[in-house]
């Protein structure tokens, strides 16, 4: 129940006075008058009379700017949630957008917090581009007033890890900065440690700043419950079809999960992480290499577990990082580790393709016991996948499509430890733990009248078909353009019948695919993209916004370097014109990726 007016109080003056106030500043406003009212019991408290009392004065809220550099919207969430905590503990926040930051302001600023994220091999977001190649750059100035604090978001399956937020660290205290904290940085289980830094920083902050105090529990709202990685939703499986041909070289799977009684959104362009299982027989491949018993009990995240579970559940057994090449290095003291760790050069190669079972066997140790083999290994990371679906067209459920993982490597067969979960272990009926990943930055245009180009390959195709769904369902009027590649059209056109159909209803206005395999010269999307070049411009200059999903390096610099060539033909700029001109794109939102 919402809380009474005293009586005599014009709410609807109240309501006119705070019109068009975001959410930020309504919280900062109860924070103020929540102060001014605790203060005024005070002084009855005491017994002076009220008339006696000397006006308050509201000391100037400390200013705080949080600035975030975010590929998927994870680094957004934790910068609002930063500015929240900010604004109860009476400092003024404002939060921006790296794309949005006028980096002139940096010379200005006193009070900094840095929330980015590494993409890919050491590169940063689109988001942040600009401003880090400023910050390393002779025009950045000097900054002696500043105090800040960097929280760098990655994955240590990348050998960069976290390489953009060391890089704005070490860059910010080049320039006279002065560290609130050491930086902090976090792996894809980034929810907890976030927002322990979000907490440790303000504190240091705060510390000459008295705390407000707490909210009355009476207006506090009850938490929604959250899926997340520390607690998925399990859905069952309703549908896992093979969409390959016989005879393909590929194996993709269309699988369909009920979400019913979830609760869970999402929009076009989002993903969906599932939680994976170890494969058996690598589990028992890593207990021989280890020379240890599957029954040994172990600690893991506060649970006791025999090892065999704790590594199938728990554990990280089909990836090697540097991290824990490191941690093993200290249990076995072989000198070859120590030349691999101390070589990036050699380490990387090392890594691909090396799963757990291949470091115990080829470095093993006498001293690894179950409890330190546990604590050596990396936590089980779940995987996220594009959705291919639109909520509106498939209520309560969500669609993958899902590539099947299977190579030999080092004298063994290996497969993807999500994939072929999903393709292999997974029955209809059965449950697969999932959340939603939300990715603000591949979304929909605003507005649907922009056409839209989408370009992808393989399993690339996946976020395309929730795409059109959403703008068919919705009656659009923007134009959709598909541009598909794959190696052979008989066996791998992914969902051929609903292109074709959309195609048939003018709800999709141009298909062009690439069947690379098909003809003695292997044809790809960005050739197509390159025949299509004055279309292509057109759509563009129109204000078309182009997407691109599937491989960073195969696809994604592909098409980035083939746009650039169309750009420069169909505009006659100079290269780094044109090269200017695709940045453009990127900078307005207009020219999205989700590549891995």
């Given at each position: 129940m919402?809380?009474?007016?005293?009586?005599?109080?014009d709410?609807?003056?109240?309501r006119?006075?705070?019109?068009?106030?975001?959410?930020?500043?309504?919280t900062?406003?109860?924070?103020?008058f929540?102060g001014?009212?605790?203060?005024a019991?005070?002084?009855?408290?005491t017994?002076a009379?009220?008339a006696?009392?000397?006006?308050?004065?509201?000391?100037k809220?400390?200013?705080?700017t949080?600035?975030?550099?975010?590929?998927?919207g994870?680094?957004k969430?934790?910068?609002?949630?930063a500015?929240?905590?900010?604004t109860?503990?009476?400092?003024?926040?404002?939060?921006?957008?790296m794309n949005?930051y006028p980096?002139?302001r940096?010379?200005?600023?006193?009070?900094?917090?840095?929330?980015?994220s590494t993409?890919?091999?050491?590169?940063?977001?689109?988001a942040?581009?600009?401003?880090?190649?400023?910050?390393?750059?002779?025009?950045?100035?000097?900054?002696?007033?500043?105090?800040?604090?960097?929280?760098?978001l990655?994955?240590?399956?990348y050998?960069?890890?976290?390489?953009?937020?060391?890089?704005?660290?070490?860059?910010?205290?080049?320039?006279?900065?002065?560290?609130?904290?050491?930086?902090?940085d976090?792996?894809?289980?980034?929810?907890a440690?976030?927002?322990?830094?979000?907490?440790?920083?303000?504190?240091?902050?705060v510390?000459?700043?008295?705390?407000p105090?707490?909210?009355?529990?009476?207006?506090?709202a009850?938490?929604a419950?959250?899926?997340?990685?520390?607690n998925?939703?399990?859905?069952?499986?309703?549908?896992?079809i093979?969409?390959?041909?016989?005879?393909?070289?590929k194996?993709?799977?269309?699988?369909?999960?009920?979400?019913a009684?979830?609760?869970?959104?999402?929009?076009?362009?989002?993903?969906?992480?599932?939680?994976?299982?170890?494969?058996?027989?690598?589990?028992a491949?890593v207990?021989?290499?280890?020379?240890?018993?599957d029954?040994?009990?172990?600690?893991?995240?506060?649970?006791?577990?025999?090892?065999?579970a704790?590594l199938?559940?728990r554990?990280?057994?089909?990836?090697?990082?540097?991290?824990?090449l490191e941690?093993?290095?200290?249990?076995?003291?072989?000198?070859?580790?120590q030349?691999?760790?101390?070589?990036?050069?050699?380490?990387?190669?090392?890594?691909?393709g090396?799963?757990?079972?291949?470091?115990?066997?080829?470095f093993?140790?006498?001293?690894?016991?179950?409890?330190?083999?546990a604590?050596?290994l990396?936590?089980?990371?779940?995987?996220?996948?594009?959705?291919a679906?639109?909520?509106?067209?498939?209520?309560?459920e969500?669609?993958?499509?899902?590539?099947?993982?299977?190579?030999?490597?080092f004298g063994?067969?290996?497969?993807?430890?999500?994939?072929?979960?999903?393709?292999?272990?997974?029955?209809?009926?059965?449950?697969?733990?999932?959340y939603?990943?939300?990715?603000?930055?591949?979304?929909?245009?605003?507005?649907s009248?922009?056409?839209?180009?989408?370009?992808g390959?393989?399993?690339?195709?996946?976020?395309?078909?929730?795409?059109?769904?959403?703008?068919?369902?919705?009656?659009?009027a923007?134009?959709?353009?598909l541009?598909?590649?794959?190696?052979?059209?008989?066996t791998?056109?992914?969902?051929?019948?609903?292109?074709?159909?959309?195609?048939k209803?003018?709800?999709?206005?141009?298909?062009?695919v690439?069947f690379?395999?098909?003809?003695?010269?292997?044809?790809?999307?960005?050739?197509?993209?390159?025949?299509?070049?004055?279309?292509?411009?057109?759509?563009?200059?129109s204000?078309?916004s182009?997407?691109?999903?599937?491989?960073?390096?195969r696809?994604g610099?592909?098409?980035?370097?083939?746009?650039?060539?169309?750009?420069?033909k169909?505009?006659?700029?100079?290269?780094d014109?044109?090269?200017?001109?695709?940045?453009?794109?990127?900078?307005?939102?207009r020219?999205?990726?989700?590549?891995?």
């Amino acid at each position: 129940m919402l809380p009474t007016l005293p009586s005599g109080f014009d709410e609807a003056a109240l309501r006119q006075l705070t019109a068009g106030l975001s959410a930020q500043q309504l919280t900062w406003l109860s924070g103020y008058f929540y102060g001014q009212a605790t203060a005024a019991g005070v002084a009855v408290a005491t017994g002076a009379p009220a008339a006696a009392l000397a006006p308050v004065t509201v000391p100037k809220p400390q200013r705080l700017t949080i600035l975030y550099g975010s590929h998927t919207g994870n680094g957004k969430k934790i910068a609002q949630q930063a500015a929240g905590a900010a604004t109860a503990r009476g400092l003024a926040p404002e939060v921006f957008d790296m794309n949005d930051y006028p980096a002139r302001r940096l010379a200005q600023e006193e009070n900094l917090l840095v929330i980015v994220s590494t993409h890919g091999e050491g590169d940063p977001p689109v988001a942040a581009e600009e401003l880090h190649t400023y910050l390393g750059g002779a025009r950045a100035p000097k900054l002696p007033q500043l105090h800040y604090a960097v929280l760098a978001l990655g994955d240590k399956s990348y050998l960069h890890y976290c390489q953009t937020g060391k890089d704005f660290d070490e860059r910010l205290a080049a320039l006279g900065g002065t560290r609130l904290l050491e930086r902090r940085d976090v792996d894809v289980a980034f929810k907890a440690p976030a927002a322990q830094w979000v907490e440790d920083v303000l504190a240091q902050l705060v510390a000459e700043v008295a705390a407000p105090a707490a909210t009355p529990a009476a207006v506090m709202a009850a938490p929604a419950v959250e899926y997340s990685a520390e607690n998925p939703w399990s859905a069952k499986v309703l549908e896992s079809i093979q969409l390959n041909g016989r005879g393909s070289d590929k194996e993709t799977y269309h699988i369909e999960l009920d979400l019913a009684g979830s609760g869970l959104r999402y929009a076009p362009g989002d993903a969906l992480a599932v939680v994976p299982l170890n494969h058996e027989p690598l589990v028992a491949e890593v207990l021989r290499a280890a020379r240890l018993s599957d029954t040994a009990a172990v600690q893991v995240e506060g649970a006791s577990l025999p090892l065999a579970a704790a590594l199938a559940t728990r554990r990280e057994l089909t990836v090697l990082t540097r991290d824990v090449l490191e941690r093993y290095a200290a249990l076995a003291p072989h000198a070859e580790l120590q030349h691999l760790l101390a070589d990036p050069q050699r380490l990387q190669p090392y890594l691909y393709g090396r799963d757990v079972a291949d470091l115990l066997t080829e470095f093993p140790s006498e001293q690894l016991t179950a409890q330190t083999l546990a604590d050596t290994l990396r936590p089980l990371p779940s995987r996220a996948y594009s959705i291919a679906s639109s909520l509106l067209v498939h209520p309560n459920e969500v669609h993958l499509t899902v590539g099947a993982v299977r190579y030999a490597a080092f004298g063994r067969d290996k497969q993807g430890v999500c994939s072929s979960f999903l393709a292999d272990r997974v029955a209809l009926g059965s449950e697969v733990r999932v959340y939603v990943q939300e990715n603000e930055f591949f979304r929909l245009p605003q507005s649907s009248d922009t056409d839209i180009i989408m370009i992808g390959a393989g399993t690339g195709v996946a976020p395309f078909r929730a795409f059109v769904e959403e703008r068919a369902e919705l009656g659009t009027a923007g134009r959709n353009w598909l541009l598909f590649g794959n190696p052979h059209f008989t066996t791998d056109f992914l969902y051929q019948s609903e292109w074709l159909n959309y195609l048939k209803k003018g709800q999709l206005a141009q298909l062009d695919v690439a069947f690379s395999r098909d003809q003695a010269q292997k044809i790809y999307v960005q050739d197509r993209l390159l025949e299509r070049s004055r279309q292509v411009y057109e759509w563009l200059e129109s204000g078309a916004s182009l997407y691109v999903c599937g491989d960073k390096t195969r696809l994604g610099q592909a098409v980035q370097q083939a746009l650039g060539a169309v750009v420069q033909k169909e505009a006659g700029l100079s290269a780094d014109a044109a090269a200017d001109y695709v940045k453009a794109l990127r900078k307005q939102r207009r020219y999205l990726e989700d590549v891995y």
